[in-house]
């Protein structure tokens, strides 16, 4: 079973189908997909390949699966917010161990005015 801190992130094909999903924004069944990509890009996946790409979003915990009848119907779990947000502290955690100091300070270290720093002050102080 998927939890929320076993976070992925998406290779360049899933998140162009979390987008359509994102942008369906309802419960939907693969072949209403299907039908988005043939009508917006012209792609003429078959059913597997979308039911694949479709099993990897919900092995991923992008997707909740509902079974309805002989199909399945899928609905996003995380918004693309909270999914660029999960992959940003993904990003923090692996590369500067959590530290948004050492993240800032890598970005930032010579090359940060007065008034930005005092932004980031304001910022940190109303957090």
């Known amino acids: 079973m ?13 998140m162009k189908i ?43 915990g992008m997707l909740a ?6 199909s399945n119907v899928y609905s996003p779990r995380l918004s693309f917010e909270m999914y660029e947000k999960k992959k940003a502290q993904g990003f923090l955690n692996t590369m500067y161990k959590g530290s948004v100091k050492n993240f800032l300070a890598t970005l930032y270290d010579d090359d940060i005015n007065s008034e930005e720093l005092d932004e980031i002050k304001k910022w940190f102080d109303d957090k």
């Open 65 to 70: 699966v509902k079974r309805e009848g002989r």
């Open 18 to 60: 979390m987008k359509e999903i994102w942008k369906i924004n309802r419960p939907f069944k693969s072949n209403e997909l299907l039908e988005v990509f043939l009508v917006k890009e012209g792609k003429k996946w078959k059913g597997q390949t979308i039911a694949t790409f479709l099993s990897r979003l919900e092995d991923k």
């Open 2 to 14: 998927y939890k929320l801190n076993d976070f992925q992130s998406l290779s360049e094909t899933e």
